[in-house]
C-alpha cells in the first residue's frame, strides 16, 4: 500500500544538526513532488520545505531558509531534509507528504526536539 | 504571502449536528487550489477537500466543500463520533508559502 515513513528525529542541542528521512513505498515516488511540514507542540501546521519531482525547483519558508536542506534520492524512494544550527523553535513534529498539487497521502511524523 | 484565517476557533456541537467551517484568504486563491485537511489527536493530518470542492479518496459524502476566491467552507452535514477533530485550510494554488490556516477545533458539547 501508498506509504510514507519518515526517521531520523530525537534530542539534539541548540546549534546542533539532524537529519530527518522519509521512505516511501507502494507508489511511482519520482512521479511527485514532495514535502515537509512540521507541527510544534499543540500548534497547527507549518509548512517547511518542498522538491519537485525531479529535484531541480526547492522552495523553503522564510523561517527556515539557510539552515535547512531537502534533498532527494529517486533510485532509493526517499526524502530528506538535513537541519543545522537547530534552534528551540525548530522543536515540532515533522511529517512528509507526497503531492501532485494537494498533499494527499502523509506519513505519521518523527519528532525532533531541540533543547539543552 | 497568502493568510488563511479559519473561524471559528473552536466549534461546541452535538453528534448528528450539522457543521460549517469557514477559511478566508488574504488574496484570491488561484484556481481554487484549496485543500481542507482533519487531524485527530495523536494523528497525522488526513486529506479530505482538494480544489476547494473535490472529496478525496475514501472520504464520506457527509464532508462537502465549496467556495472560490478569497472565501471557502467546509461543511460536514451530521457529525459522527469520529468527526471531533482539528480542521485546517491550507492553499496550495501559488508559489510558496503554502500555508495553513489556524484550524478549527470541532468538539463534543
Known amino acids: 500500500q501508498v506509504q510514507l515513513v519518515e526517521s531520523g528525529g530525537g534530542l539534539v542541542k541548540p546549534g546542533g544538526s539532524l537529519r530527518l528521512s522519509c521512505a516511501a513505498s507502494g507508489f511511482t515516488f519520482s512521479d511527485y513532488y514532495m514535502t515537509w511540514i512540521r507541527q510544534a507542540p499543540g500548534k497547527g501546521l507549518e509548512w517547511v520545505s518542498y522538491i519537485t519531482s525531479g529535484g531541480t525547483i526547492i522552495y523553503y519558508a522564510d523561517s527556515v531558509k539557510g539552515r535547512f536542506t531537502i534533498s532527494r534520492d529517486n533510485a532509493k524512494n526517499s526524502l530528506y531534509l538535513q537541519m543545522n544550527s537547530l534552534r528551540a523553535e525548530d522543536t515540532a513534529v515533522y511529517y512528509c507528504a507526497r503531492s501532485l498539487g494537494p498533499m494527499d497521502v502523509w506519513g505519521k511524523g518523527t519528532t525532533v526536539t531541540v533543547s539543552s | 504571502e497568502i493568510v488563511l484565517t479559519q473561524s471559528p476557533g473552536t466549534l461546541s456541537l452535538s453528534p448528528g449536528e450539522r457543521a460549517t467551517l469557514s477559511c478566508r484568504a488574504s488574496?484570491?486563491?488561484?484556481?481554487?487550489?484549496l485543500a481542507w485537511f482533519q487531524q485527530r489527536p495523536g494523528q497525522a493530518p488526513r486529506l479530505l477537500i482538494y480544489g476547494a470542492s473535490n472529496r478525496a479518496t475514501g472520504i464520506p459524502d457527509r464532508f462537502s466543500g465549496s467556495g472560490s476566491g478569497t472565501d471557502f467552507t467546509l461543511t460536514i452535514s451530521r457529525l459522527e463520533p469520529e468527526d471531533f477533530a482539528v480542521y485546517y485550510c491550507?492553499?496550495?494554488?501559488?508559489?510558496?508559502?503554502?500555508?495553513f490556516g489556524g484550524g478549527t477545533k470541532v468538539e463534543i458539547k
Open positions: 491550507q492553499q496550495y494554488g501559488r508559489s510558496p508559502p503554502l500555508t
Open positions: 488574496q484570491s486563491v488561484t484556481s481554487g487550489f
